[in-house]
């Protein structure tokens, strides 16, 4: 007998075996996707394994039917085997990621049998009038449904098929399996310009620059040989044209590739480029299409329609076939991270690990790249590839620097200073634009009543809301929560308030009022939620339609306009108070990111205005003066100092629960069972806490983090699945939750 071990997408770290039937469709092969029973109901899975069994065979149920959709590469269900291992997720889970969206299945149909002319009537009335009502409904040209044979009746479900069962056994009805329909999947065709790709570099198309790199790199990507490069370069120094050979490279040689980007969202720039340089049609790889429109794209993807997917994390899934290349571009970006649902992978990572499987060559790109990626070149696991300036001799931005502390005693208008609001005056009446960077998104981040002092909270977090002056609502940045702004205090009935904080609402107003002559437009997550809204910004942006680009850290991202003369930063040093160790690096990342958008044309270097409430700080000298590699050298030592990332890894335990003393509870604890198993192996790492949240409460949950640094994470995320196994029951019984996070980037 043979069967067959399914895995499901949901939070069970285990596989489930059922009986294939004998007479299944085709042949059930690995990686297909089924239907089969499982707490009562229908669900689909998708087979990891098949054996057989000689021996008698009880308890085990039967796969139902096959379910629409590609079958899974063997490549792919190593990765995600790899990925529920390390991420502890279930394997279900991690495969949801590579499968695309389910969208139908099989479905039996049933045809009446012919039945010769001269005595088919008679035998017909010798029947049962239920096994003749059927019939009737029955036809003898065409299979139908089950759904179309019981609208035609109104006998129950289980009756029906009862009767169609004996019907088929009799002889006067037969079944088959039909394949929900699907649109018929045919590559695209490529231009003429794609049948002609180059296998190197014209000596017009590079610098001498780009081309010593060039010359390292070709030898990476003819290896196969499963490795990770880091191109390391300013922004505006010419990094997606060494892309886009790498990718015509590889193509030479019959092999595809993947592109990710930080954000599908901000990334119609770079996909019409890619177009335009590549000659072909690009499969854009995310979840803002339809879910037939993603069904399709990934049938497309796995029957090999095209040779290049570009898109955000998820993309490092995609089923294309005989990968030669992942790039990862913006390889430090935190939208790499994957936060909820699990697996929480983080995908820049995840595609080292699948060149690896699959001999393709990583290559990872940045101006700012993350510590573990500088770490990880200087210890020689990572090829380290370095641009050292712009293109066609172009310079950096100059930067200046102003202290917001005496921004009253300057002149300035609130949050923008004189010096900003000359620079960018002056910049957009010579006919150039400009870009305007906060990092908080909204109007005002603390409403309060100007007669009571009574401040507007969530009710869900207890946290300060946000007003929103584009609908007039409060707004909860943590669980989401909105509500109508009030018009009087609810504690007092007053009708003043006063808006404190600033965000990019505010500042939006503050600078449409400046001139005339702005046009302008904002973007960052309120825009972005509306579909198409971001890519419309920017296409205005890099058209006639704005001049100045105000918005969070979306500015930041590749984004590459060459009329752009001068960048200015609202509050530089924002985020340099969050308790986290990466708060800094996250700091000058953004910094020399945004700065970078400037002098990226014919119009000279550009100018970057960074306003700071500590000038003299000196990782803001270092953004100013966009020295990366002092960056680099103050900030790696210190982590290794304080035994954080790269230098250890991080396992986060959040326990959550609506009772306030059960995460607590729970995380004490688990705290009890790491310290009996360090007694045993000391290796496993030291935990930091139990201890409240940052924020403590979100969404009426109350939070509980158990961090555990180590130096062995497979050992110490053992431990942790050993200690979430045996305290299963308890936690329910508790009501509480446990995530774990491997690799965490988020310790709110």
């Not at 809301?465 to 909860?476: I, K, Q, V």
């Not at 688990?670 to 192996?681: C, E, H, L, S, V």
């Amino acid at each position: 007998m043979l069967l067959a071990s399914l895995a499901f997408n949901l939070p069970l770290r285990k596989e489930f075996t059922y009986i294939v039937p004998e007479d299944w469709p085709g042949g059930i092969q690995v990686g297909d996707r089924v239907v089969a029973p499982l707490a009562g109901r229908d669900s689909i899975g998708i087979v990891v394994k098949l054996h057989k069994e000689s021996g008698p065979i009880t308890g085990l149920k039967t796969i139902h039917r096959p379910a629409a959709g590609f079958r899974i590469p063997a490549g792919i269900l190593a990765l995600t085997r790899w990925v529920a291992d390390y991420y502890l997720s279930s394997w279900g889970e991690a495969l949801a990621c590579a499968a695309g969206p389910s969208l139908g299945v099989a479905k039996l149909v049933y045809r009446r049998k012919p039945l010769a002319w001269d005595t088919g009537r008679q035998r017909v009335e010798r029947l049962a009038p239920v096994d003749q009502e059927l019939l009737n409904i029955l036809s003898a040209r065409r299979h139908v449904t089950l759904d179309t044979i019981l609208n035609g009746t109104k006998r129950k479900r289980a009756a029906v098929l009862a009767t169609l069962r004996h019907l088929i056994e009799k002889g006067w009805v037969e079944s088959e399996w039909r394949m929900t329909a699907l649109p018929e999947i045919t590559p695209p065709e490529m231009t003429a310009a794609a049948s002609n790709v180059a296998a190197e570099p014209g000596s017009d198309r590079f610098d001498d620059d780009q081309c010593e790199v060039w010359e390292a790199l070709q030898p990476l990507l003819d290896a196969a040989s499963g490795q990770t490069a880091l191109l390391w370069g300013p922004t505006g120094s010419g990094k997606t044209a060494l892309y886009c050979e790498a990718i015509r490279r590889v193509w030479t040689q019959n092999r595809t590739a993947i592109f990710l980007v930080p954000e599908i969202g901000l990334a119609s720039q770079m996909i019409r480029r890619l177009e335009a340089t590549l000659g072909e049609p690009i499969a854009v790889w995310h979840s803002g299409l339809s879910t037939q429109a993603r069904f399709i794209m990934a049938q497309q993807i796995a029957a090999g329609a095209y040779r290049l997917v570009v898109g955000a994390r998820s993309a490092v899934f995609a089923p294309i076939p005989n990968l030669g290349l992942i790039v990862v571009d913006e390889e430090h970006a935190d939208s790499y991270k994957q936060a909820d649902p699990a697996p929480r992978y983080q995908a820049r990572d995840l595609a080292v690990v699948r060149a690896r499987l699959e001999k393709a060559l990583c290559l990872l790109g940045s101006a700012t790249p993350s510590c573990e990626s500088i770490h990880n070149a200087r210890a020689g696991k990572y090829q380290l590839l370095r641009l050292s300036r712009r293109v066609q001799g172009r310079s950096l931005p100059t930067v200046r620097v102003v202290d917001l502390r005496r921004r009253a005693a300057r002149g300035g208008d609130g949050w923008i200073t004189n010096d900003l609001r000359d620079a960018l005056l002056r910049t957009i009446r010579a006919g150039r634009k400009a870009i305007v960077f906060l990092n908080r998104r909204g109007h005002s981040t603390l409403v309060s009543c100007e007669l009571c002092g009574h401040t507007e909270t969530c009710a869900d977090c207890g946290l300060a809301l946000t007003f929103h002056a584009s609908d007039h609502t409060y707004r909860c940045h943590v669980c989401a929560r909105s509500q109508p702004a009030s018009e009087s205090c609810p504690a007092c009935g007053g009708v003043d308030f006063l808006l404190r904080g600033v965000g990019t609402q505010k500042i939006e107003e503050m600078l449409a009022a400046l001139d005339p002559e702005i046009r302008l437009a904002r973007l960052d997550a309120d825009i972005a939620a509306r579909v198409g809204a971001a890519a419309a910004a920017l296409d205005g942006f890099a058209g006639d339609q704005f001049n100045l680009l105000v918005g969070t850290q979306m500015v930041t991202k590749g984004l590459d306009v060459a009329q752009v003369g001068v960048v200015g930063v609202i509050w530089a040093d924002q985020q340099m108070a969050i308790p986290d160790f990466r708060a800094e690096e996250r700091t000058f990342q953004l910094l020399t990111q945004v700065a970078g958008r400037a002098g990226r044309g014919e119009g000279g270097a550009g100018e970057v205005i960074v306003q700071t409430f500590h000038p003299d700080h000196e990782l803001i000298e270092l953004a100013a003066a966009q020295d990366v590699e002092s960056f680099y050298e103050r900030e790696l030592p210190r982590r290794q100092r304080l035994g954080y990332p790269p230098y250890t890894r991080l396992l986060l335990l959040a326990f959550s629960s609506e009772n306030p003393r059960a995460p607590m509870e729970s995380a004490l604890a688990f705290a009890g069972y790491w310290k009996t198993r360090q007694a045993d192996a000391r290796h496993l790492g030291k935990l930091l806490g139990p201890a409240p949240a940052l924020i403590p409460r979100r969404a009426r949950r109350h939070y509980v983090n158990a961090l555990i640094k180590t130096a062995n994470i497979r050992a110490a995320a053992g431990a942790v699945e050993e200690f979430r196994t045996q305290n299963e029951t308890l936690l329910a019984r508790r009501r509480v939750a446990l995530t774990i996070d491997v690799d965490p980037l988020d310790f709110t």
